[in-house]
C-alpha cells in the first residue's frame, strides 16, 4: 500500500464460472491483507478490476464492452486499470496491443503477486507515468493454501480443491489458461469446511475445473467429499464441475447414501455422437454416456441430471446433432445449458479442424436443442406437483421482496409466499410443491 491511512479503494468485477467468483474471493483476501479496501461503488474506486472468462468468444466480448467504459473514466480522474483471470492469461499481446489503459495483468496462479503490482502501478501514477505490471506464470504447485477467501455471505460458501485441467478437450481452452491440475491437502480443505460452518454458512460447494479428478496421497473424491459432508453445522454439499470420466462406484456410492451429499449431477454430455465426442476428446462413447446415467439412476432414483452441451462444433451434421438430441430425449436432464461452439485460439481444435459450421447453423441448433430441453426440464419440474420436499432458504426473489427463493436438494429453484411461516435464509423447510415452471417451482 502506499498510503496506510487512507487505503486505496479496490472495485472487483467477476465474470464467468464459479471457479472466478471464488477466485476472486481469494484475490478480495491478499488484498485486504495487504491494507487495500474493497467498495461496491465504481465511483469511488481507485482500482479497477475484472477478472475475466475465455470459455467463448462472447465471453470476451463484455470485458472488451467493460473495458471500453473505462476509457473514459479513466480520462476524467486517476485509476489503475487491472485484467485477472483466463483472458488475461491467454491474451497478453492482444490485451496489451488492443487496450492501452490496461495496468495490471494478473493469470490465475498469480494472484500472490497481485498486492505488490497495484502497490507499483499506484505509485507510478501518483508520480504521473504509466507503468503496466504482468504476472502470468502458471504453476504446477499453486493452490493458494493458507489463504482463507474473503466470502461473499448468503449460504453457499465455495471451496475451491483443486485447480488445473489434464483433460485437453479439443474446444477448451482451460488446460491453456489454468494449467495443470493440482489438489489441495484434505486437512486444510476440511479446516476450511469448519471454518464456513463456523461462520453460518450451510452449505458447501467444492469447486475445480474437474474437481472429481480430485487426488491428494490416498484421498479420492469420494472419500473428500464424505468428510467434508459430515462437517458439524453443513447441511449441503454441492460440487462442480466434474467430467464423467470420474465416477466410480465409491464416488456414485456416497452421494447416494450420505443425506447431506446433495442428489444432483452436472455431467458435461457436450455431444450425443461418438465421431464428434472422438473429435472433442472426451474419452467415452454415446453408450458409455448412456450407461453412466443408468447406472447413476440406479443407484440414485431421485437424482437431478443436468449437463452441458456444444452445437455446431467442427464438421458436425445435422445427423451429429441429431443423435445429440437423442441422447437428450433419453436422458431427460433436468436442465441443459446449451453453447454455440466457438473457436478458441491454440487448442487442439483450432490448430487440426476447420470451424466449417455457418453461425447461423449452429444458433440454429442451439434453438432446438433449448426448445427441446424446455419441454423436457418443464416435464421433469411437473413431477414435482403435489410432492413435499425439503427446501434451503436462499434469500428473497428477484423481483418480488414478499416471497423466498430457496433450492431443493437437487438445486431446483422454489419460490414461495414469505406470509406462510417466519424463515430466514440458511433454514431448511418442508414445502409442498403446488406449481411449476421451466425454470423453477412453487410452493405452498
Ligand atoms: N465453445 C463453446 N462452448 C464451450 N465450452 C467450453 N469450451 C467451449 C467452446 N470453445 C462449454 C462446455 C463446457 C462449458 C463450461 O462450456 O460445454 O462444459
Ligand atoms: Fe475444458 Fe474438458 Fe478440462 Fe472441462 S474437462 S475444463 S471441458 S478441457
Redesign the pocket.
Known amino acids: 500500500m502506499t498510503n496506510k491511512t487512507s487505503p486505496h479503494l479496490v472495485h472487483i468485477e467477476t465474470f464467468g ?1 464459479q471457479m472466478n467468483e471464488s477466485d476472486s474471493e481469494l484475490v478480495r483476501s491478499l488484498l485486504k491483507q495487504d491494507g487495500f479496501a474493497f467498495t461496491e461503488d465504481r465511483e469511488r474506486a481507485d482500482v479497477m478490476l475484472m477478472n475475466t472468462c475465455a ?2 468468444e462472447n465471453a470476451h466480448n463484455k470485458v472488451y464492452g467493460h473495458l471500453g467504459e473505462l476509457q473514459a473514466v479513466k480520462k476524467e480522474r486517476p485509476l489503475v486499470v487491472g485484467v485477472l483471470g483466463c483472458m488475461a492469461q491467454s491474451l497478453k499481446d492482444e490485451l496489451t496491443k488492443k487496450v492501452p489503459l490496461i495496468d495490471v495483468l494478473a493469470g490465475p496462479d498469480a494472484y500472490r503477486q497481485l498486492p505488490m503490482l497495484i502497490t507499483n502501478a499506484l505509485q507510478a501514477q501518483e508520480q504521473g507515468f504509466a507503468k503496466k505490471a504482468f504476472a502470468l506464470d502458471l504453476s504446477e504447485y499453486e493452490t493458494y493454501e493458507g489463504v482463507l477467501p474473503d466470502r461473499d455471505g448468503g449460504v453457499n460458501a465455495w471451496i475451491t480443491v483443486m485447480r488445473g485441467c489434464d483433460n485437453f ?1 479439443s ?4 488446460p491453456y489458461t489454468r494449467g495443470r491440475e493440482r489438489s489441495r491437502e484434505p486437512q486444510s480443505v476440511l479446516a476450511e469446511a469448519q471454518q464456513a460452518a463456523s461462520l453460518g454458512y450451510k452449505q458447501i460447494t467444492l469447486l475445480g475445473q474437474n474437481v472429481n479428478s480430485y487426488r491428494s496421497g490416498d484421498w479420492d473424491f469420494a472419500r473428500l467429499i464424505s468428510a467434508v459432508a459430515d462437517t458439524p453445522g453443513i447441511e449441503r454439499v454441492r460440487f462442480t ?1 466434474p467430467h464423467p470420466k470420474d465416477y466410480p462406484l465409491p464416488l456414485l456410492t456416497a452421494i447416494a447414501a450420505h443425506p447431506k451429499i446433495c442428489k444432483h449431477i452436472h455431467l ?1 454430455l ?1 455431444s450425443g455422437s461418438d465421431r464428434i465426442l472422438d473429435l472433442m476428446g472426451r474419452e467415452y462413447t454415446a453408450a458409455d454416456y448412456s450407461r453412466l446415467v443408468d447406472q447413476i439412476k440406479g443407484m440414485i432414483p431421485d437424482i437431478v441430471l443436468t449437463t ?3 452445437c455446431g462444433f467442427s464438421t458436425e451434421t445435422e445427423q451429429d446433432f441429431e443423435s445429440t438430441c437423442r441422447l437428450v430425449e433419453q436422458t431427460r436432464f433436468h436442465s441443459a ?1 446449451v ?6 485460439k491454440n ?1 487442439i ?1 483450432a490448430r487440426k479442424f476447420e470451424d466449417d459450421i455457418p453461425e447461423d447453423v449452429k444458433g440454429e441448433r442451439v434453438k432446438r436443442l433449448v426448445e427441446l430441453q424446455r419441454e423436457i426440464g418443464g416435464a421433469r419440474n411437473r413431477e414435482y406437483l403435489g410432492q413435499t420436499l425439503s427446501v434451503l432458504v436462499e434469500r428473497e426473489a428477484t423481483r418480488s421482496p414478499d416471497k423466498w427463493m430457496g433450492k431443493t436438494d437437487g438445486n431446483i429453484a422454489v419460490i414461495w409466499d414469505k406470509s406462510l411461516e417466519p424463515l430466514q435464509p440458511g433454514m431448511l423447510t418442508n414445502r409442498r410443491i403446488t406449481d411449476s415452471s421451466v425454470a423453477a417451482l412453487f410452493a405452498e
Do not use: N
Request: glycine letters at 0%; proline letters at 4%.
Open positions: 464460472c470459455i467463448r478437450c474446444f477448451c481452452v482451460v464441475s458435461p457436450q452441458d452441451i456444444i445449458f453453447f454455440a461452439y466457438s473457436e478458441r487448442t481444435a
